[in-house]
């Protein structure tokens, strides 16, 4: 057997020549895996090398051609030079190198190689001691996933060995640090130290006093070090809350896990806040909640504002309020059969209800109770809840039964004001007609006075004639003399008569329209020149001018009464209102067709005009600025009334007419054609237009 040196040193050097064993016995002995090799060609390797890489012997393994059935055959070429470099004596490639082999089977193991040049047979060679650590490679790769995996956790991980050396700590841990270090900065550090460090930090940050580090260490020693099965607490850095939980493994150390809570404590704190808010919502508005499993057997909750506003306290009110019937032990008789009947067809969709519940103090309570089953879980295994609310109304009903009282009041009273109010206008309308009679009156006394006078002096002319003719006395002179006058007399008679005539037709016909709402078709132009001679008195007595321009042309299916009334209170609006004491002023009446089916009629007048903070409320009923005289302010009421209703138009104010103009102008817009009944014109195709 040929000779070889002893096993390399760790250093892994060098040729060694001097042999004082045969090494092949010494190789054998030796329990670790040994390799003998130039380049791919094996030249020794002992039981141990054999059995590692799967072969049944040392002879099965050396009477391979070549080893490449070890070395993955991506890394051949790498392999070659490595082995190249230690012939060539490079001392660096006798480095320690953890690397991946095949075995004979095929699996892989890995195996850390140490290296040496070595002399055998008299010929350069590699003698490469071999070492399995397949299980530490498997427990490093756990300890990077392990570690890997637990930097993606938001709470802060940390674990100690039983002598309290940190041997991991997550990302989450190092930034809960107040130094924020590195990734891997604490671990292999004494836990102590590791505490003392944060505990500095977060004292420089304090008022001076506020914390003693060297206790504050200690404490937390101690209670770290007590740890024997899992101990839970928590603590707060500034305004940052966290909980705590430590655990003691089989090998004695201690996992700790800490979560950041501040978000969980600010949100129980809002609820605990916004529980309290609705607690005292309830309270104040008097209603309480309650919950009833599926089967309506049990009440599973109910809200101590329930249990106060009903009178019934709490534990009673969960012994009686079983079972279907719920709460009708409290209900009033006369509502108990209703509410049976209302809980008996239930279906679990809403359930809303007013009745009235007794207390057992004997006070009656108006309630409302809405309640609504709500499912809960997956379709598979899901149950059912009945969530109901009882609120009290007894204030609410008690106030709908004051307001239909009031509503009753004032609908009674709305009709006092309304016949009052038709009492007022018919009366404005009687006013307006007995102005109308006596003006017509007085127009007419002058020319029956006057042909009474013709036809008085005629009989006594007439007389005297015929008394000298029965004497017969009369002369020629004479007769001839009574004759002119006769016919002198006669022709003043009969103009006077024929005045009186026309003014009493004209009366006839103004009156009777006023006096009525008769329907019939007139020509507008004359109905107006009949309605401007019946108020001549007033306007020669006033010394305004009234002009009217109608187009003669315009023919009306309508209520003549109703043109009269506006037209009339237009007038002695304007006559009332227009014009200062002792001014004179003009007046006009102009109406054309603005198309086919709608009239157009304008009033105007030059006077002071109307304020424009007034003229949205001159056609409110009983609204006037002349009250002192005597006004009632329903004259420009009645207009609105007419226009809007029997006449079904609609009529608007302008004051002045126009920009830099004076005077008020008043514009009725009618259809040709009077609606039926009902109806009207739209207010939106009138200029101008004021609504009451």
Known sequence: MPSAPPMPS?????DVRDVAA??????????????VHKLNQPLYCNEAFARLFGFAGAAEMLALPDMQVLFPQAEMESIRRRQQAVLDGDAAACAPETCLRRRRDGSTIWVEIRRARVIWDGEPAVLSAVVDVSDRVAAETMGIVLRDTLDGFSEAILITDPQDRVILANRSYHALHPDRPERGAIVGRDYGAVLRAMAERLAASMLPGTIDVGAWVAEQLAAHRGVTGIAKDTFSVGARHYQRQRERVANGGIVTVITDVTARREFETALAERESVLRQAARIARWGHYIWDEDFKRMVDCSPELADLLGVPLPELFERARGKDRFLFLVH???RDAYASALQTFDGELFDRRARFCRPDGEVLHVHEVAQLYWSGASFGRHGLLIGVVQDVSDHVRGEERLRQAKDQAERALGELRDTQGRLVQAEKLAALGGLVAGVAHEINTPVGIALTGASHLDEEASAV????????LTAEALDSFLRMSVEASRLILANVTRAATLIQSFKLVSSDSAGEERRTFALRGYVEEIITSLGPRLRGSGHALDVQVDPAIVLDSFPGAIWQVITNLVMNALVHAFPTGQTGRMAIAAEAIDADHVQI????????????????IFDPFFTTNRAAGGTGLGLNIVFNLATGPLGGWIGVASPPAPGGHGTQFTLTIPRVAPRAGGGLDAALVPGAVAS
Request: hydrophobic share 30%; net charge negative; no cysteine.
């Open 466 to 473: 015929k008394k000298a003719y029965d004497a017969q006395e």
């Open 333 to 335: 008789p006369e509502d």
């Open 10 to 14: 760790r250093q892994g050097t060098s």
């Open 602 to 617: 304008t009033f105007t007048d030059d006077g002071r005009g109307i304020p424009p903070d007034i003229q949205g409320r």
């Open 22 to 35: 045969p090494i092949g016995d010494i190789l054998a002995a030796i329990g670790q895996p040994i390799l």
